[in-house]
């Protein structure tokens, strides 16, 4: 999974201007604007072979993490991790309905669209079950982020060891993921995240 900021030829001219207007909150928050380009590469992935409206997918997916721009400071170790509060969570699931509605409409995006877009960042991480495909598309490409490169470096932060994350994302790919799709790209970049790992001297 690629992590270049710079990558846009993959996007049309209306899912740019997205990007441009969710990328201060994405930004204001931790890593997300990193996080949404992996999990738009991983989307982009998956609608090779799934038949999901690219015009719901990508657009939910830029703006599904917005909402972090406005959980305060002090609460935001409490939205990530193994143990990670639902109540914080849904802070941002939340808020960032309402700013998602507000980009969408300056753009004057569809409303129709705009409705579907909404009810899926609303409850992104929190729901259990999947709405669509569409929403099945997104909760998958959002959750094959953490078997990014960029996630892995992070396994400090959880005071977990690699062996440890390791092994509980072999165990997540079966309890996760909607889509076969999904699992096969998991399990592809587990390996890839593996054989780093003891290049680098760690074990797994």
């Not at 207007?21 to 991983?42: F, G, Q």
């Not at 409303?111 to 669509?132: C, F, M, P, W, Y």
């Not at 790919?173 to 909607?178: C, D, K, R």
Request: glycine share 4%; hydrophobic share 40%.
């Amino acid at each position: 999974m690629r992590e270049d900021d710079e990558r846009t030829n993959s996007f049309t001219e209306a899912e740019q201007r997205l990007l441009r207007s969710a990328k201060p909150y994405l930004a204001a928050a931790r890593d997300n604007y990193v996080h949404t380009r992996i999990a738009l590469e991983c989307a982009f992935r998956l609608l090779e072979t799934e038949k999901g409206d690219r015009d719901i997918v990508i657009p939910a997916l830029i703006l599904h993490d917005v909402g972090y721009s406005m959980v305060p400071t002090e609460l935001m170790h409490r939205a990530y991790g193994p143990k990670a509060e639902e109540d914080v969570i849904r802070i941002h699931e939340g808020e960032g309905v309402k700013i998602a509605a507000a980009i969408l409409h300056d753009v004057c995006y569809e409303a129709v669209k705009t409705a579907e877009i909404l009810q899926i960042i609303d409850g992104h991480d929190t729901r259990k079950n999947a709405l669509s495909l569409n929403d099945q598309i997104v909760k998958d490409a959002d959750k094959l982020t953490r078997y990014s490169r960029n996630f892995w470096l992070r396994a400090g932060e959880f005071h977990m060891t690699f062996q440890e994350l390791s092994a509980r994302l072999e165990e997540f790919i079966g309890e996760w993921f909607f889509l076969e799709a999904s699992r096969k790209i998991a399990r592809e970049e587990l390996r890839l995240r593996r054989a780093e790992a003891v290049k680098e001297g760690h074990n797994v």
